[in-house]
């Protein structure tokens, strides 16, 4: 057995996709329908011939015939509509996905999560800015409601509208010597 060093140094695999998260039964699925393909054309390699509209087309055919019957088979093929639908995303992704997919950047929820970095400025450098010369729950409400008008478009909608006015209100409140 060989172990692995357990400095994280030696070997990063971060960036990298976690195949070993994809459940064999995909990976088996659509090996079948490739075997059933380059048996029928005599070709592993004519896949890439077709346009990706044709695979589009088949897909949503194969994706009807599923929704319609999920024990479903293709007639020709005798194999699940599931499994050439599976195959038929496959040539898509293979076809219309840039490479190396290890350059594609993964999303950064936690430093840089997408509703707070839109536009030219990042909400953390905008709400620094805002609350330079405030403390306690000044500080705490004008940022707050801030952080809620940045991002209600793409994270809470009108919930996030009412989070902001509530955050004014209270600092209203608090100006004006009620809270």
């Known amino acids: 057995m060989i172990t692995m060093p357990d400095n994280p140094i030696a070997k990063d695999d971060s960036r990298k996709p976690r195949l070993d ?39 949503m055919r194969h994706l009807c015939l599923y929704l319609r019957d999920p024990g479903g088979v293709d007639e ?47 909400c953390i450098d905008a709400l620094e800015a805002a609350t330079t010369d405030l403390v306690g729950i000044e500080a705490i409400c004008t940022a707050n409601a801030i952080k809620c008008l940045w991002r209600w478009r793409y994270k ?6 009412r989070k902001a006015e509530w955050y004014i209100d209270r600092l209203i409140k608090r100006l004006e010597g009620s809270a």
């Open 21 to 59: 998260l994809v459940p064999p039964a995909l990976i088996e699925a659509v090996g079948i329908i490739r075997d059933y393909g380059t048996r029928k054309y005599h070709d592993p390699e004519n896949w890439r011939q077709v346009a990706p509209e044709r695979y589009r087309a088949a897909m």
């Open 76 to 122: 020709e093929s005798g194999y699940p509509h599931l499994w050439h639908l599976a195959c038929n995303v496959a040539f898509l992704i293979a076809l219309e996905t840039p490479e190396p997919m290890a350059v594609i950047p993964m999303p950064d929820n936690v430093n840089h999560p997408s509703h707070y970095t839109a536009g030219k400025a990042e």
């Open 156 to 161: 809470g909608g009108v919930e996030d509208l």
